[in-house]
């Protein structure tokens, strides 16, 4: 048993672990996002008073679900809005140990799955499905979303409570779409999860490189949807991620400082996660005779994981997967991927020349991959002003302290 003086510290790892579901099941017991809100912040608040008296309970999840439920409606039955109520049934509805919020076993674990697709319903902007997304599922702060989406925080937040309020008011149904629906509403779902995936694989600022909680998270979600809807789109997204979280532990020193790629230790590499993620390439193409996004990007992704060493990696065949995923999902982002491969192909002075005619377009003018990619070309091809140049504007344009470092070495270098 936790002894009273842990119990905040005891609170406050059940929050990090188990707050979006709480949030997650409430909204769909209440019905309302900012309401249930509330409620678990109630149920925490009251946690942080009860736990130390009575000891934690067998099931924190339920424990919360249900004083939140019990805090929610106390509240609007103290506005005359329960009016209706019986004593005897709020009597029973209304006590921490609830059954009434936890009963359905299936509907609490699906409670997630139904908020992600009310999130990304088609009735709320895409911008506003992602932010929203982020925010309600995963727990991002609005500042964290809006240095993604490289907006103001106000904005954002506006952003969000205009979704919240698009919902409530065209009454958005909080439930997983009937099979006819599903295919229609995938495609922002799949485009949601691979966001909060790489929010928590290569977080976009602070302190460390990697946020499990979040590529974790999108894994788990990934498995459901293709539980739920077995398509390839889904399988190839699933696939993506797995072979990218396979190589998490090598990504970073003990000290929090980026490796990049080809200096991995590959012997830290997940084998299990590789095998999954390759096989499920195997199975997406299979399933579609015509190669959709995700696959592709997880056919590169295998390239690279099955591959025993960096100089053993197949760029031809990694050239030819960006020309086939430029067809389909053609994007400067792309077509930069696939001027460093063209690099390591033909040379750094192929792939600097490629990069170079991206930026002059005006393309990804401000994003900082794109100038590192510059950097490391030019760097490699002996042109060392040039090189300082783009990696001076990659630091500029950089948030996240370990990738600041990287740079700055790279700097020192030359």
């Not at 091809?381 to 790279?410: D, H, M, S």
């Amino acid at each position: 048993m936790v002894a009273a003086g842990g119990v905040p510290e005891a609170v406050s790892a059940v929050y990090v672990a188990e707050s979006r579901r709480v949030l997650a099941t409430l909204i769909r017991l209440l019905g309302d996002f900012d309401a249930a809100e509330e409620a678990m912040h109630d149920a925490f608040r009251a946690a942080l008073e009860q736990w130390p008296r009575d000891g934690i309970p067998a099931n924190p999840r339920a424990w919360l679900v249900s004083a939140g439920r019990f805090k929610a409606i106390d509240g609007l039955r103290r506005q005359k809005r329960f009016d209706a109520l019986d004593e005897t049934k709020a009597a029973e509805q209304l006590a921490v140990t609830d059954t009434v919020a936890w009963a359905d076993a299936e509907s609490v674990e699906d409670d997630r799955l139904r908020l992600i697709f009310t999130c990304c319903h088609p009735a709320l902007a895409p911008d506003a499905q992602i932010a929203l997304t982020l925010r309600e599922v995963c727990g991002l702060t609005t500042e964290e979303i809006a240095r993604a989406f490289l907006t103001p925080a106000p904005t954002l937040a506006q952003r969000i409570v205009r979704a919240k309020a698009k919902i409530r008011d065209a009454r958005i149904p909080y439930q997983v779409p009937t099979a006819a629906e599903l295919q229609a509403r995938l495609d922002a779902v799949l485009r949601v999860v691979y966001l909060v995936f790489n929010e928590g694989y290569a977080a976009s600022s602070g302190a460390s490189v990697v946020r499990t909680d979040l590529s974790s998270e999108a894994i788990r979600l990934g498995r459901l949807l293709v539980d739920l809807l077995p398509e390839p789109e889904a399988i190839g997204l699933l696939a993506l991620m797995l072979l990218h979280e396979s190589r998490r532990t090598a990504r970073t020193s003990e000290t929090g400082e980026v490796i990049l790629l080809e200096d991995q230790d590959r012997s830290l590499w997940n084998r299990e996660l590789i095998a999954e993620g390759s096989a499920l390439v195997e199975r997406a193409l299979r399933v579609r005779r015509s190669a959709a996004a995700y696959t592709i990007q997880a056919a590169i992704s295998a390239v690279h994981a099955n591959a025993a060493t960096a100089a053993a990696t197949d760029w031809s065949e990694i050239v030819a997967l960006y020309d086939v995923l430029l067809r389909i999902d053609p994007s400067p982002v792309v077509e930069l991927n696939r001027a460093v491969a063209v690099g390591m192909r033909d040379g750094p002075a192929a792939g600097l020349a490629l990069v170079q005619a991206i930026l002059e377009r005006g393309d990804l003018r401000d994003y900082r991959l794109a100038h590192a990619a510059r950097g490391e070309l030019a760097r490699r091809a002996g042109r060392i002003p040039e090189a300082r140049a783009a990696l001076r504007r990659a630091l500029e344009l950089t948030r996240q302290e370990p990738e600041r470092r990287l740079l700055e070495r790279r700097l020192a270098e030359l």
